[in-house]
């Protein structure tokens, strides 16, 4: 039951606004730890926690007004010159602002949040009182017995609740800098334990669904509105040449304005389609301003000294993609901090300064979005990289040896690769970047490293616009057609079965002096063929180059994916309608390459799944 019935609507209107604000004050938190003096910031985040603090006093949620409320007082003598800004001070801040973040949790799944966590208000009311030490929330314990921290709370942290996330505006911003400082060093007096992570509050993230609402731009839904009332003055004119042309005026001037209105018709719709999906479009800056406390609280845990820079917060893209790249990037600002970056003695005896670089961007090219997740680390060494996939059973050695240097660093994405000896908290089970290899192919995007020893790696991410629309290569295979996504194509040859070369069993064809493996498409899908291919399409995955081999083609196609009923075959991503209404399976490629040994077989076009939406 909810502890807010009858203010259902205040309580969404609310986690929306407080959670945008509350990204900003994180932000806002982690640049003032390098400007401490920044009037602007300190008056910015006294603000944010008024802001918040007077919206929960409309939902007489007591426990989240008393805490934001000693935060906002604390800012307020930070601001006045009473109280000076130091490392534990901050700590003090970051500690109250996360569990504000979990109250919101609570108010996002309608109940009224626990109280916060006494430590937690003790340590707000000491340095208020001008105390320097934290309170200690159990007895003490020998420093050398610290527990690691907990990243899995401290991942949480990144993640919005579903229904408390918010949109940001659309207006561009301009290129961010955060600095992450190194944990300071121990004081000469014996440290306080940390207090305990469980303090009889179940605080546990509920997986919740994606959100169900977005904001855009009234002036979007402006152009939306102009050329639907264009498209019914279209309409009616088709209607009047119609009248004509069944009263039998088929003369030149009534053909030649039926075409001139189907010409208009075509532009119109195709504007409306723009249109309509540029409402689903956000600013990436809503994912980014989740990072720098995420950065900042690692690379203090690990002794490290990172500055963040962010770049391109405001590249839009489609809302669900931004909501499902959240955990790979989570894992490639992790993997940044934890083992591209050295620590700053590394650093400085390898002749770079102390304090390093990680670079997060987002750009737009042509109809795609490139993200870059770069350091200026120690780099990969695809020797060491090969070798480790070896000790691991990853490969075998025929495999290592036909690796280029460029293949060898994507070896980090197979299930259990790790360079790490050591299981931590933070790294060493192998599982980070498969996950992120694997959410990036779900997006029907491309994934690519580049990297030098001492110099750094960069991690590309390259992704459709938006999934609701597909760039699809329709190809035909014992006269049925086949969408591939276009994302994969590189390039359409001429094929033959004479330029196929056994190389270790495997069928091969040379393109340009590289050795590419062959997949016919009819042994990928179980079917026997009635024809030799006669033509090769270049594809290219993440860590697969390979030429698909067809029978024809038909050409480039942006369609829209519908699910198949009751039926999802292996390697089948669904199905869409082509121009004359018959059926088009999508195929998925990564799947139907990793299933192509199986005993599956997709259906003839006689026994072919039906689409939802067929009989619409």
Same mark, same amino acid.
Request: with cysteine; hydrophobic share 40%.
């Given at each position: ?23 900003? /004050?994180? =932000? ?10 920044? $009037?602007? %910031? ?9 802001? *918040? &603090? ?5 939902? =007489? ?16 003598? %930070? ?23 979990? +109250? ?140 004509? @042309? ?6 030149? =001037? ?7 209105? /189907? ?6 719709? !195709? ?6 999906? &540029? ?10 301003? $989740? ?89 990969? =060494? ?5 070798? &480790? ?43 980070? +970047?498969?996950?992120? #290899? ?10 690519? *490293? ?8 960069? *991690?590309?991410?390259? %992704? ?23 994302? +994969? ?22 393109? #340009? ?7 016919? %498409? ?44 009751? @039926?999802?075959?292996? !390697? ?16 998925? +490629? ?7 040994? !199986?005993?599956? $077989? ?15």
């Amino acid at each position: 039951m909810s502890d807010f019935a009858g203010m259902e609507e205040l309580l969404q209107d609310f986690l929306t606004e407080s959670s945008e604000l509350l990204s900003d /004050v994180d =932000n806002k938190l982690v640049e003032l730890e390098k400007y401490p003096e920044d $009037k602007g %910031l300190l008056n910015d985040i006294f603000r944010g926690f008024h802001t *918040i &603090k007077g919206g929960a006093g409309f939902l =007489n949620a007591t426990p989240l007004v008393t805490l934001c409320h000693r935060t906002e007082n604390l800012f307020d003598k %930070l601001r006045n010159g009473e109280l000076k800004l130091n490392s534990h001070v901050m700590d003090v801040i970051l500690d109250a602002t996360g569990v504000v973040r979990d +109250m919101f949790g609570d108010l996002a799944q309608s109940r009224m949040p626990a109280p916060a966590p006494q430590h937690i208000l003790d340590n707000l009311d000491a340095v208020l009182s001008g105390q320097t030490a934290p309170v200690a929330a159990a007895p003490a314990a020998a420093a050398s017995q610290l527990g690691e921290p907990d990243w899995q709370q401290l991942y949480q942290a990144v993640v919005v609740p579903a229904d408390a996330a918010a949109q940001l505006t659309s207006k561009p911003a301009p290129s961010t800098a955060v600095a992450a400082a190194p944990a300071p060093a121990p004081a000469a007096t014996p440290a306080a334990s940390a207090p305990p992570p469980a303090q009889s509050r179940d605080r546990s993230p509920a997986s919740s669904p994606q959100e169900a609402t977005i904001r855009i731009d009234t002036q979007r839904l402006d152009q939306v509105l102009n050329l639907s009332g264009e498209i019914g003055l279209t309409k009616n004119r088709l209607t009047t040449i119609r009248t004509e @042309i069944m009263q039998g005026n088929l003369g030149a =001037n009534t053909l030649r304005s039926l075409d001139e209105a /189907v010409s208009q018709l075509d532009l119109l719709v !195709g504007d409306l389609q723009n249109a309509v999906m &540029k409402t689903r479009m956000q600013p990436i800056g809503r994912l980014f301003q $989740k990072y720098p406390r995420l950065a900042r609280d690692l690379a203090r845990q690990l002794g490290k000294e990172v500055e963040l820079v962010l770049s391109g917060e405001e590249t839009e893209l489609d809302k669900t993609m931004i909501e499902d790249l959240n955990d790979p990037l989570v894992h490639l600002v992790r993997n940044a901090v934890d083992h591209g970056i050295e620590t700053p003695e590394e650093r400085l005896a390898a002749g770079k300064s102390a304090q390093s670089i990680v670079e997060l961007s987002a750009q737009q090219v042509g109809d795609h979005i490139v993200i870059e997740v770069a350091d200026d680390g120690r780099g990969m =060494n695809a020797g060491m990289l090969r070798k &480790k996939a070896l000790e691991k059973g990853l490969i075998d050695l025929e495999q290592a040896n036909n690796l280029d240097d460029k293949q060898a660093l994507h070896l980090i994405f197979l299930p259990g690769f790790s360079t790490k000896d050591q299981i931590s908290s933070v790294s060493g089970r192998g599982v980070g +970047m498969d996950v992120v #290899r694997t959410n990036i192919q779900k997006l029907n995007g491309r994934i690519d *490293i580049s990297s030098a020893p001492n110099e750094g790696t960069k *991690i590309s991410i390259s %992704l459709p616009l938006t999934l609701a629309i597909l760039p699809v290569l329709v190809v035909k295979v014992c006269n049925q057609p086949f969408a591939v996504p276009l994302a +994969m194509v590189r390039e359409i040859i001429p094929f033959s079965s004479d330029s196929i070369q056994e190389v270790s069993g495997r069928p091969t064809i040379v393109v #340009r002096d590289e050795i590419l493996p062959v997949r016919r %498409l009819t042994e990928l899908l179980g079917w026997k063929a009635t024809q030799e291919p006669c033509f090769g399409v270049l594809m290219q995955s993440a860590e697969k180059t390979f030429i698909l081999a067809i029978d024809s083609f038909i050409g480039r196609d942006d369609v829209v994916i519908k699910p198949l009923q009751n @039926i999802r075959p292996k !390697g089948v991503a669904g199905a869409t309608l082509s121009g004359d209404g018959a059926v088009v399976l999508v195929l998925d +490629m990564e799947d139907l390459l990793s299933n192509d040994r !199986g005993d599956h $077989k997709l259906a003839r076009a006689g026994n072919m799944p039906m689409l939802e939406a067929a009989a619409v």
